[in-house]
């Protein structure tokens, strides 16, 4: 981490905590912390501008030292000693909002120290004589004149020679009884706000204990268990050790309740002691107690409680530091990306319509790229809206749906027979020996009737499936405009509707021509019937020879029962036989014409909706009067994205304003190096 500075802690750690030793001599009050402050100060500089900038709000953890303890626990009396100022206490719960304290040193000592108070976008100076009325007055402000607490943070600068360079988290002392004025869940409501400030990874918990109780029955032990159950980011702070010295040395270093970042024993501030004096009474209480004095000495005292603090946050700061930098670069750049692709807010008709023009180009090429191009990259795992796809699934089934309609008769027993009435009743006077063109055309037509429905379904079917892609394009392309949504679904039904009648009107017109005429230029026709034919002499056999059995094998009909003909006329028998296979083989032409014709007409009306009618539909739609005028509408940004537009632009300027903080603090770092 040389390059943020840290890189020498690690080097003289040891060296550098000798230094922080307490200067006693004389009534002067010596520095907790000695000249390591300036290295850490401007990376703590920049954590508090970013607390401050509330980049917390985006999501974005910053290291902290929070201070939690059970009520009464004495977590007044350690901040006291470390600020060297008065906090408000008394009965009950004395810090009813977390309690931001921002400690910095004052190298002068001819300096006079500078408090305030920051809450509600407001700076309150005071001075040590006024602090806890002052931190009283704000808090009434904040969570109201009775006992209850709030979330809103209150930060308390203390500027003076003397303190360390820390900024720590005082939060709400744990009470599981509410007393009169607080709410009956008081006991939630602090448990809710210390888990939401001890729970992140980056967060040092401060564990304020009391000699005077058994440390795994304080609730504020339960808690930290709960977020960091090795203990690694707890300190744990033993106050009142002058009341209860039998068994501390014991309960400090068994550690039953894991804390892992050590113990610090302390004695609280008496009456009216000074701080200097305070500090004095404490070094004695460890140095000649017959109890306390068996606890090692980097283990006791508020200048070992400092040191100890300032370079655990250091660590920790010199850890995070680097994510957090590239967390506020890569939401910032997520948050820039989605504002652009945001509509930019329109204030003229004309600014409008060029908007609504550019709708309707996204949409026709998304639809080109779906529906023409088999291009699915905006919708990768939608398979719906892989049209090309969908719709030849459409079209196979059709094209099965018909070919089942080939149903080759004769198994039965009724192989001929409807030729044979059809020539029966068409018969005229003509020579015998013709297949009369009307018998043709009555089997033909009776069996392009049977399947007539068929087609019409499947153009029903293919405009409802694009109905639903089209509409869907369009809501995403206009999901922005929502004042637009319902003309544009009208444009889109509108569209198919019209596009649909079209096709069915092609489709039954391509029925009608099928069942007026045969015809077919597709040389397929004569190789079928020529083939077909070949069986002819065999079929003439098995009818004059009563002999030879009565079933006939013909290729593309299998065996075939052919003995109740011989009932029948030869002349009626071949000439129903040649029109068997004449309508057989005509009828596979049929069907793969309708099929292709099928294609190629939705392939060309799918080109000209992208193409030319979805433009005009939609303008006309909108430029519709009697639709309530939905270019002027466009004018009026929805709440919601203009909600939506508020926030990333607020979001976008805290994080410029925490890449500007980021920034100002590296190049003072890289002024410091060299």
């Given amino acids: 981490m040389a390059r943020l500075g840290l890189g020498v802690m690690e080097e003289n750690e040891e060296k550098n905590i000798d230094s922080f030793a307490p200067k006693l001599s004389g009534d002067a009050q010596g520095p907790l912390v000695s000249s390591y402050n300036d290295r850490i100060r401007p990376l703590l500089d ?223 501030r008496i009456g009216e002691e000074s701080y200097n004096e305070a500090r004095k009474e404490e070094a004695r209480l460890f140095e000649a107690h ?164 068929t087609p019409v379904e499947l153009i029903a079917k293919v405009w409802s499936y694009i109905e639903k892609v089209v509409t869907e394009v369009l809501m995403h392309h206009c999901e922005n405009y929502p004042q637009l949504h319902s003309s544009t679904r009208r444009a889109a039904q509108s569209l198919v509707a019209k596009m649909k009648d079209k096709s069915t009107e ?7 021509m099928e069942k007026l005429t045969d015809y077919t230029c597709d040389p397929e026709y004569m190789i079928l019937w020529s083939k077909f034919m070949e069986e002819n002499n065999a079929f003439t056999e098995i009818m004059d020879d009563y002999s030879e059995p009565t079933t006939l094998a013909i290729e593309g009909f299998g065996e075939i029962e052919v003995g109740h003909l011989r009932a029948f006329p030869k002349d009626i028998r071949d000439q129903a036989f040649d029109m068997k296979m004449r309508i057989t083989a005509y009828w596979k032409i049929v069907l793969k014409r309708l099929v292709d014709s099928m294609a190629l007409h939705l392939l060309l009306s799918v080109r000209n909706l992208v193409g030319k009618e979805m433009e005009a539909e939609m303008v006309s739609e909108v430029m519709n009067p009697e639709h309530g005028g939905g270019i002027e509408r466009m004018l009026e940004e929805s709440p919601s994205v203009a909600m939506k537009r508020e926030r990333l632009q607020k979001s976008v300027k805290l994080l410029k304003d925490s890449q500007k903080v980021i920034g100002m603090i590296m190049d003072k770092i890289a002024i410091n190096v060299d």
């Fill in 46 to 268: 920049a954590v508090d501008e970013l607390r401050r900038l509330k980049v917390m709000q985006e999501g974005i953890q910053l290291p902290t030292i929070v201070v939690v303890g059970d009520q009464s626990s004495g977590k007044s009396s350690v901040l006291e000693s470390l600020a060297g100022i008065s906090l408000p206490r008394g009965q009950g719960i004395c810090t009813r909002v977390p309690l931001i304290m921002r400690l910095q040193n004052l190298p002068d000592r001819l300096l006079q120290p500078e408090l305030h108070l920051e809450f509600h976008g407001k700076t309150i100076p005071t001075d040590e004589a006024h602090v806890s009325q002052a931190i009283n007055l704000a808090t009434d402000e904040i969570a109201g004149d009775g006992k209850g607490i709030s979330q809103t943070p209150l930060t308390l600068v203390v500027k003076k020679n003397g303190v360390p360079d820390l900024t720590m988290v005082d939060l709400p002392g744990i009470t599981r009884v509410p007393v009169h004025g607080q709410p009956q869940d008081i006991y939630e409501q602090i448990s809710n706000i210390i888990m939401e400030y001890i729970k992140p990874e980056e967060s040092i918990i401060l564990n304020v204990l009391s000699a005077t109780v058994d440390f795994p029955t304080c609730e504020s032990i339960r808690m930290s268990q709960q977020v960091d159950k090795t203990g690694q980011r707890t300190l744990a702070v033993v106050t009142k050790a002058d009341k209860a010295p039998e068994g501390l040395f014991e309960k400090v270093t068994s550690d039953d309740v894991n804390i892992g970042l050590g113990y610090i024993c302390v004695r609280n």
């Fill in 290 to 453: 017959p109890l306390l004095a068996r606890i090692d000495k980097s283990m006791v005292g508020v200048p070992v409680l400092a040191r100890r603090l300032v370079r655990v946050q250091a660590m920790i700061i010199s850890k995070c530091l680097p994510d957090i930098v590239k967390k506020i670069n890569d939401k910032l750049n997520v948050n820039l990306s989605e504002l652009n692709r945001m509509p930019r807010h329109i204030s003229s008709v004309a600014e409008a319509m060029t908007a609504y023009v550019q709708v309707i180009g996204l949409s026709k090429e998304s639809l080109k790229k779906i529906l023409m191009r088999a291009e699915f990259d905006e919708f990768p795992d939608d398979k719906e809206m892989h049209c090309t796809a969908r719709l030849a699934e459409l079209l196979n089934n059709y094209s099965e749906q018909l070919q089942k309609s080939t149903v080759v008769d004769g198994t039965d027993g009724n192989f001929l027979m409807e030729e044979i009435r059809v020539l029966e009743e068409t018969k005229a006077m003509w020579l015998p020996n013709f297949v009369p063109r009307s018998a043709f055309l009555a089997v033909l037509q009776r069996k392009v009737n049977k399947i007539s429905d």
């Fill in 506 to 512: 092609r489709v039954l017109e391509m029925v009608e």
